[in-house]
Every structure is written in C-alpha cells, then in structure tokens.
C-alpha cells in the first residue's frame, strides 16, 4: 500500500510540476528564497536580490558571492511572505577574517528595528532578534574559530521560533548547544533580506564569502541539518531520503502536501 500510495504521489508531482519535480523538491517547503549567486538572482521567484559590491568567485557549489568587510552587501525586495516569527537560515560561510561583529544572514522589517539576524563577533556565533528596536542575542556560544575555522567552508544552519523562543545553530550537521540564551519578543513586518551587514549598510560587515542561502518559513529539524551538510551542497532532496529511508512516508508527505498548499 505504502509503494502505491507513493507511486500515486510522485506520478501528481511530475503531473503537476513537470518531469522529475519530486525528485527535487527541496527539504522544507516553503523554502522563501533559494539564491542563485552565478546569475544573482531568488530561484523561487519571491524577491529581487540586488548586489552592492560583492563579487563573483569560486564556491561550494558553483559561485559564491565574496565579501569584503569593508561597504559590500546583498538587500532584496520586499515580499509580504517572509516569515516574521518561525523559520530556518541554510548556509555555507567561508570566513577570511574575524574582526568585530559580522553579520551573515539578517531579515528585517528595512530597518533595525524589527529583525532576526545571524552573525558572529571575533570569538562568539549568535542568533539576535530585536522587537520595536529592542532587540537581544537569544543563542550565543562560545568557541567560534573552532567551530567554523578561517579559510574553509563550514555549512550553518539556524533555526528560531519567536512564539516558543526556541533557537538552535547546526554547524556542518551537528546541534550545538549554546553558551548562553535568552527571551525574546514576536518581531513584526519584516518583509526584506540582507547578507553580510545590517541592512541599512552603516556596519557589521562581513569579510568571507557565502553560498548555498535558503531561508525557510519553518523550522528545520536536525536529520535535515546533517543531510544538508551530507549532501555536500546544502541541498536535501525529500524523495531520494525518504526512498533511502533516511525520513519516514509522513514526513516526506507532510514536506510536499506543504509544498502544495505554498505553491497554489
């Protein structure tokens, strides 16, 4: 039954989405934006990324946008879909430098004032939130340079839920467990991206590249966390694993049934 039920299932995808869409269909649907940085642009088709200085190089997979620590930075357009309060940053860092505060992956409201930010200081990795300008780190640890070395790809993924204020950072698909956390509010209207600064450019850049940037509308969970880091490009395609066993029928129909309702 259980073999029917799926052969029904992928026969609706490739009806729907064409040959070969659940084969790769991307772990945790909604996925708000998958970046593209060889052509700069939001494969789901939700934003507009616009480049203010970074440049092309080598990447994980393909090309990674570089990074100066200086003035460079990646904004998009506005989109109302953006989650304000539970979902997941996946990404790959390739840091040249640690100095100070660097911010790898922030959505905000197009200031400071409301935002859910990724960064790191010269020692520490955190995962921040402010509300109405008041904001706070919620997940801090210790122990950065070992964690996520200089001059090598590291694979990031963090997760946060506002409502529960439960936060977690997977570093190459292993959970860490913080230093420290905290309690935080439900931040409201955020609608815009920016990678490697604060969004209004005036500082916390970042010196490094970055590669592979989804951000998701829910929670990641750690099996996804260690076969984004397995699959050795920050993707997890949701039938491979669950005909490989590695998720269970539910979960794989609990991934696309969400798929379907984001895409309609």
Not at 209 to 235: F, H, T, W
């Amino acid at each position: 039954m259980k073999r029917i039920i799926t052969v029904l299932l992928v026969f609706y995808s490739v009806m729907v989405f064409g040959q070969g869409a659940t084969p790769n269909l991307r772990s945790s649907p909604p996925f708000f934006t998958n970046m593209e940085f060889s052509n700069l642009i939001d494969e789901t088709g939700n934003c507009t990324l616009t480049n203010n200085g970074a440049t092309s190089t080598t990447g994980k997979r393909g090309n990674a946008l570089s990074f100066d620590g200086i003035n460079d930075n990646v904004s998009s357009s506005t989109n109302s879909k953006l989650e304000n309060t539970v979902g997941s940053f996946s990404f790959w860092v390739y840091p040249n430098v640690y100095s100070g505060n660097q911010i790898w992956v922030s959505i905000n409201d197009g200031t400071t004032a409301n935002r859910i930010v990724c960064y790191n200081s010269a020692t520490t990795y955190f995962i921040f939130t402010s509300v109405s300008g008041i904001g706070g780190n919620r997940w801090t640890k210790t122990g950065l340079t070992t964690d996520i070395p200089l001059s090598q790809w590291t694979h990031i993924v963090a997760t946060f839920n506002t409502v529960t204020d439960n936060y977690d950072i997977y570093v190459n698909g292993v959970q860490k467990t913080p230093t420290s956390t905290d309690t935080s509010g439900n931040p409201s209207g955020i609608d815009e991206i920016s990678l490697g600064s604060r969004v209004d450019r005036s500082s916390s850049f970042y010196n490094g590249r970055l590669d592979e940037v989804y951000i998701s509308s829910r929670e990641l969970k750690e099996i996804e966390a260690k076969q984004q880091y397995a699959s050795g490009n920050g993707l997890l395609y949701v039938y491979d694993n669950f005909k490989n066993g590695k998720i269970t029928f539910g979960e794989y129909l609990e991934y696309y049934l969400e798929y379907l309702k984001y895409k309609a």
